[in-house]
């Protein structure tokens, strides 16, 4: 079974910056592409970035505009969300998410991932 584990969220200032990490175990982590996702109170949860299995291609939602990265250690089995320039409308509980076990990803559609972390708070202030 695929266990995400979230880290690094928190309350922070308008324009200020914070990383998220997501440690992974369970299966071979090198293998497939890994996903970040948002969901902010009332709406749906969205796409925010994902990779491919060796870090080599990214993918962003519309609205990141140059400010996220995503990155990801395979040695670590763990992937990491970088956040710049935040904004308050960035507020939201931030997922990791890992695809199904036949789909090796990545994807920015919720439904090709099967695996999810439990969450983390990022509160931007204004």
């Known amino acids: 079974q695929v266990q995400l584990v979230e880290s690094g969220g928190g309350v922070v200032q308008a324009g200020g910056s914070l990383r998220l990490s997501c440690a992974a175990s369970g299966r071979t982590f090198s293998a497939y592409g890994m996903g970040w996702f948002r969901q902010a109170p009332g709406k749906e949860r969205e796409f925010v970035a994902a990779?491919?299995?060796?870090?080599?291609?990214?993918y962003y939602g519309d609205f990141v505009k140059g400010r996220f990265t995503i990155s990801r250690d395979n040695a670590k089995s763990t992937v990491y969300l970088q956040m710049n320039s935040l904004k308050p409308e960035d507020t939201a509980v931030y997922y990791c998410?890992?695809?199904?076990?036949?789909?090796?990803?990545?994807?920015?559609?919720?439904?090709?991932?099967?695996?999810w972390g439990q969450g983390t708070q990022v509160t931007v202030s204004s």
């Open positions: 998410a890992a695809p199904r076990q036949t789909f090796r990803g990545p994807s920015p559609t919720i439904y090709d991932y099967e695996y």
């Open positions: 990779i491919t299995s060796n870090g080599g291609i990214t």
